[in-house]
């Protein structure tokens, strides 16, 4: 005779695993819908499959995570503008790259009181904030581009992927208002 645990373990656990694949799935379709509005897809679905919290998350969970991420990505910058200053002898460069750092750190305050408006739910607030950290990214390449002699920024990468960061927080922000 089958017990009635081992019965319901037969009936229960492919719900559960169904269930977990549908939910899942949804996910997968939220994230779709997401970064379709996004101005660079791929960037954007890479960057939520990187996050685990993203499987599991609303849109309001991915506005903090997309806040967040951009928060690592600008705090790992600071960090390497520290080595890069550590490298530099021209003056025009330290002062380049400095104002760079300056940039950047203040971008970092700034994602701290979008973080805090997000997790409010301060949706019209965040927007102000995200915006000041996309032109704080676009400051520190001007440096670089606005004066002779003109050169690319050592950190130009990091300041695209941050302005692609507040693109991805932008867009879930707006289907959070739209919706």
């Known amino acids: 005779m089958t017990s009635p645990i ?38 954007c679905m ?17 506005a903090l995570i997309a806040i967040a991420i951009n928060s690592g990505t600008v705090l790992d910058t600071i960090d390497q503008i520290s080595d890069i200053l550590k490298t530099l002898t021209d003056p025009l460069d330290k002062y380049r790259i400095q104002n760079c750092q300056t940039d950047f750190s203040d971008a970092l305050v700034t994602l701290k009181a979008a973080y805090s408006a997000s997790s409010a ?19 520190c390449d001007a440096e670089y581009r606005e004066s002779p002699p003109v050169r690319e920024s050592p950190i130009s990468d990091n300041t695209l992927k941050v302005t692609k960061l507040t693109d991805i927080t932008f867009t879930v922000i707006n289907t959070i208002i739209s919706t």
Do not use: M, N, W
């Not at 890479?46 to 991915?62: I, K, N, P, Q």
């Open 121 to 139: 739910r301060s949706y019209r607030e965040v927007i102000g904030f995200i915006t000041d950290v996309a032109r704080k990214a676009v400051d």
């Open 6 to 43: 081992s019965f319901l373990s037969i009936l229960v656990i492919p719900l559960l695993v169904t269930s977990h694949f549908y939910q899942v799935k949804a996910d997968l379709a939220l994230l779709d819908s997401i970064c379709q509005q996004a101005q660079d897809y791929d960037f």
């Open 46 to 62: 890479s960057t939520f499959r990187g996050d685990e919290r993203a499987a599991v998350a609303d849109r309001d969970g991915l």
